[in-house]
C-alpha cells in the first residue's frame, strides 16, 4: 500500500499546488484584468511552467514569448487550454518547411458553437532559444496553413537567425498541427510529420511519445545502408537540463554503438543529420535515454521528445518517424482474461476481469459471475495502469440503478491494488464506498486463465 499512499500524496500535492495557483491568480484579478491582453496567452505557458518548475519565476525565452505576444494581438482573450509540439522544422540547404493548423472543435463552453481558434506558434532554435512567434486565427473545421513557417513567422529581439528548430504550439480551442518538411524545392516532395500533444498532467500510463528518466523513446527504424540515411531529432521540453544517451540497434535488438553522451538544456534540442554514420551499411532501432542532470530538484527534470527522418541520398524522399515512449522494462505483459474473487465483510464474489494493455496502460471489464456484491449492475468497464511495477484497477463510469428513470442512482467506488505479479497470480487490497454510505476493504486473488481472443476452436 506505500506506492498507493504515495500515489494519493502525490495527486494531493498537485491539487494544492493548483489552489495556491488560482488563490494567487484570483488575489491578482483586478490587476490581471487590466493586463489581459494577447499577453494573457503566454500566462498559460507561465502556469504550465510554474507547475512544472513549482515556482513563479519564468524562464527568459518564457518572458521573450510574453513581451512579444503583448505587441503582437491586443484582443482580450480569456487565455490557453491546449498546447502541441512539432520536433522537428528546418529551412537548411534549400529546404522548407509548411505547417497546418487545424481546428477540429464545433462547440466550446466559453466561444459556444463553431469556435474560432486563437493559435500561438513559437519557434525555438537548438539552444532552446526563442526565435520567431506568430499569432493566427482558425475557424471552427477549418485550417490555416503557414508556408515556409521561417519566413513568416516574425523574429523575436536578439531571434530571426535559426535554421532549425522545433515548434510550440498554444491555442485555446483545441486544434491539431502538422508540419510539412520539403528537402528539395526542384521537386516538392514533401514528409509529413505530425504534431504532439503536451502530456504533463497524463497520469503515467497514459502518457505518449515523450520520455523521461524513467522512460525511453524509442525510434523505430532508422537507416544508414544503401542511399538511405537517417536524421534524428531530440527535443528537450523539460525543466532541466538532461544527458542524451543514443543506443544504436539492429534489426535483432543487439546493441551496435552507444554514441557518446550529449548534453542538452532546457528547452534545447540535439540534431545530428546522419545518426548512423558511425555503424555504416546498418539498420535498425534507436533508444534514446535521458539522464537528469539535477537529481535533488524534482522540479527540474527532464522530458524529451524525439523523431527521425529517413532521406534518401540520390533522390527527395523522406519520411517521419516519430518515437515512441517505452513503458518501464520490468513491466509484464499481463493482457488476457482472469478469474478469482473479491472478498470483504459485505462482498463475496466471483469475478472475471478482461485486460486489455497498451505499455502501462490497462483498460477492459469486470464482471460479477456469483455471490455478494453491493451492486446492482453485475458488469463494469474498468481503467488502470501500472506504476513501478505495482497495479492499480478502478471502476470508472458506472451508476448503481441508473438505467430507469424511477429508479435509484448510486454513485460507487471500487479500486483493486496489486503491489507485484506472482507467475500469474495477481493479489492485493480493494477499496469499495458508494452514496449509501456503505465502505467495505477487502482483497482480491486473479489468476490469467486465458487470452482476451483465444483462438478459433
Known amino acids: 500500500m506505500q506506492?498507493?499512499?504515495r500515489t494519493i500524496w502525490c495527486l494531493s500535492a498537485v491539487l494544492l499546488l493548483s489552489l495556491a495557483s488560482w488563490a494567487q491568480d484570483r488575489g491578482a484579478g483586478r490587476e490581471a484584468a487590466a493586463r489581459r491582453t494577447a499577453g494573457g496567452r503566454?500566462?498559460?505557458?507561465?502556469?504550465?511552467?510554474a507547475?512544472?518548475?513549482n515556482q513563479s519565476s519564468l524562464a527568459p525565452s518564457l518572458l521573450k514569448l510574453r513581451r512579444h505576444l503583448q505587441q503582437a494581438n491586443q484582443e482580450s482573450f480569456e487565455g490557453d487550454n491546449y498546447i502541441s509540439l512539432i520536433p522537428l522544422v528546418t529551412n537548411e540547404n534549400g529546404s522548407r518547411t509548411n505547417v497546418g493548423l487545424n481546428n477540429f472543435s464545433r462547440f466550446s463552453v466559453r466561444k459556444g458553437e463553431d469556435p474560432e481558434a486563437s493559435v500561438a506558434v513559437g519557434l525555438y532554435d537548438p539552444s532552446g532559444e526563442l526565435d520567431r512567434?506568430?499569432?493566427y486565427d482558425v475557424r471552427s473545421n477549418g485550417m490555416h496553413q503557414i508556408d515556409d513557417v521561417f519566413s513568416k513567422?516574425?523574429?523575436v529581439d536578439g531571434g530571426g537567425a535559426a535554421t532549425t528548430g522545433w515548434l510550440l504550439i498554444l491555442s485555446d480551442t483545441p486544434v491539431t498541427a502538422w508540419a510539412s518538411v520539403i528537402l528539395d524545392r526542384v521537386s516538392n516532395d514533401p514528409a509529413m510529420e505530425l504534431a504532439i500533444a503536451d502530456q504533463i498532467?497524463?497520469?503515467?500510463?497514459y502518457v505518449e511519445s515523450q520520455g523521461t528518466p524513467s522512460n525511453p523513446l524509442l525510434i523505430q527504424s532508422s537507416a544508414g545502408v544503401g542511399s538511405?540515411?537517417?536524421?534524428?531529432?531530440?527535443?528537450?521540453?523539460?525543466?532541466g537540463a538532461g544527458r542524451l544517451q543514443i543506443k544504436l540497434l539492429n534489426v535483432a535488438g543487439d546493441l551496435q554503438e552507444s554514441l557518446p553522451p550529449v548534453d542538452v538544456r532546457a528547452n534545447g534540442m540535439f540534431v545530428n543529420n546522419d545518426i548512423r554514420?558511425?555503424?555504416?551499411?546498418?539498420?535498425?532501432?534507436?533508444?534514446?535515454?535521458?539522464?537528469?542532470?539535477?537529481?535533488?530538484?524534482?522540479h527540474l527534470e527532464p522530458r524529451i521528445v524525439a523523431t527521425s527522418l529517413v532521406e534518401s541520398t540520390t533522390g527527395p524522399f523522406a519520411g517521419f518517424f516519430p518515437a515512441f515512449a517505452l513503458p518501464q522494462p520490468d513491466n509484464p505483459a499481463m493482457a488476457g482474461v482472469w478469474e478469482g474473487e473479491v472478498t470483504g465483510e459485505i462482498m463475496n464474489a466471483q469475478v472475471q476481469v478482461t485486460l486489455h494493455q497498451e505499455r502501462d496502460m490497462l483498460y477492459g471489464t469486470l464482471g460479477i459471475l456469483s455471490g455478494s456484491f453491493p451492486t446492482t449492475d453485475r458488469d463494469f468497464l474498468v481503467i488502470g495502469e501500472v506504476v513501478n511495477g505495482s497495479f492499480f484497477l478502478e471502476i470508472r463510469d458506472r451508476f448503481d440503478d441508473c438505467f430507469e428513470e424511477d429508479d435509484p442512482c448510486t454513485f460507487i467506488g471500487y479500486r483493486m491494488f496489486a503491489p507485484s505479479i506472482s507467475g500469474d497470480t495477481m493479489d492485493g487490497d480493494t477499496i469499495y464506498f458508494d452514496e449509501s454510505d456503505q465502505f467495505d476493504k477487502g482483497n482480491f486473488s486473479l489468476t490469467r486463465i486465458g487470452a482476451v481472443y483465444p483462438p478459433d476452436e
Open 51 to 53: 507547475i512544472r518548475l
Open 3 to 5: 506506492t498507493l499512499e
Open 133 to 135: 512567434t506568430g499569432v
Open 228 to 239: 538511405f540515411k537517417s536524421r534524428l531529432a531530440v527535443v528537450n521540453i523539460g525543466n
Open 42 to 49: 503566454a500566462a498559460m505557458q507561465d502556469r504550465v511552467r
Open 277 to 298: 554514420s558511425t555503424v555504416p551499411g546498418t539498420f535498425g532501432p534507436i533508444v534514446v535515454e535521458v539522464e537528469d542532470l539535477n537529481p535533488t530538484q524534482g
Open 153 to 155: 513567422l516574425d523574429p
Open 201 to 205: 498532467f497524463k497520469p503515467a500510463a
